[in-house]
């Protein structure tokens, strides 16, 4: 199909699973389709075949139970080849829900490829306030359910890497935030997004560095016993949220 775009800048691994079924979910939704996109680490290098999702997201006119269930054996086909389920929105959602999901449609339109139809992102604006409040209640609330978990399981001395790691991946896209409410374009790269934040705001980017490249599961950190590790993981994120909420 000639209307589908862009996807010559796409890695070859990526562009031969992805042709096929644009061209299937175009035909299944054309008269209810306004735009699709591709985000997330598909769009650059940082994509790994095999491992990495194919993210994509399709604006709708409407969404309905069954303007979803057409496309439900397409997606299913799409799953084993990596491809996650579309994010379908419709343009009124994404119209009205800017002070709702800040973050998550900041990530989107710093980090997308339009493939096809109208490219709705490039012209989202969102207030500052919505997303300040917004990394403040995310950083805030996961200090308290990591000190609650920690609680609960601490006790059996395992898990809790498990349980730090899952939070920083979580808190990620807050971190590319706070450099936004500082009119600081965030870096593509985690590495030099935590170095950046520990030039504007002092964090101690080496902890977070060696969260990132910690590979193993053995209740350690950079050869720290993980129980000190989350001692400083969690003054960090403390002192991010006063930061924020001195903002």
Sequence with gaps: MDNITNLEKL????????????????????DNLLSLMLYGSATGEDFVAGVSDINILAVFKRVRLEDLKKNLKL????????????????????????????????????????????????????????????????LKGKLIRIRQTYLEKGLKKKGIEAILKRSFNSLFPVFRSLLRLKDITPPAHKEKVVVRLEEVFGIKAELFIALLRDKKNDEKISGRDIELFLKDYLEEIEKMAYIIDRL
């Design 11 to 30: 890695n070859p691994v990526v562009k031969k699973v992805l042709r096929p079924y644009l061209e299937n979910f175009i035909r299944l939704n054309a």
């Design 75 to 138: 997606i299913a086909g799409g799953r084993r080849k990596n491809i996650s389920a579309p994010l379908i929105l419709s343009r009124a959602h994404i119209d009205t829900s800017k002070d709702t999901f800040p973050i998550e449609f900041l990530e989107i339109k710093d980090n997308y490829l339009l493939l096809y139809g109208e490219d709705i992102f490039s012209g989202i604006v969102i207030d500052q306030k919505y997303l300040r409040l917004f990394c403040e209640e995310q």
